[in-house]
């Protein structure tokens, strides 16, 4: 869960794969993306060296709630590759509480 006005997505990629950066440079890759639902947010994306993430990244990100307590899902929605391929895009849902 997540509380306050700031928050942060933490995903441990395992060391065979990466994930494509917020702006990958083809456009058949699927950017890294945090979405939110029940509330705004503006993340705030690291560099990616070689436009890829690759062991640990962290997305923090800013809330904008209209409303306090404000309960929202944020989705991650990301794409691993190996050095070969890429796999489907995929989606997490995380539940976060902003007070």
Do not use: K
Not at 64 to 69: L, N
Not at 75 to 96: H, K, P
């Amino acid at each position: 869960e997540i509380a306050g006005s700031q928050g942060v997505v933490v995903v441990n990629i395992p060391e065979e794969l990466h994930l494509n950066s917020n702006q990958p440079p083809a456009r058949w890759l699927i950017p890294t993306e945090l979405r939110a639902e029940g509330i705004r947010i503006r993340p705030h994306y690291p560099a990616a060296a070689g436009d890829r993430y690759e062991g640990q990244l962290e997305i923090p990100f800013e809330i904008e709630a209209d409303r306090r307590p404000a309960e929202f899902e944020i989705r991650l929605i990301f794409q691993a590759c190996t050095e070969t391929e890429c796999l489907a895009a995929s989606e997490i849902v995380l539940d976060g509480v902003a007070l």
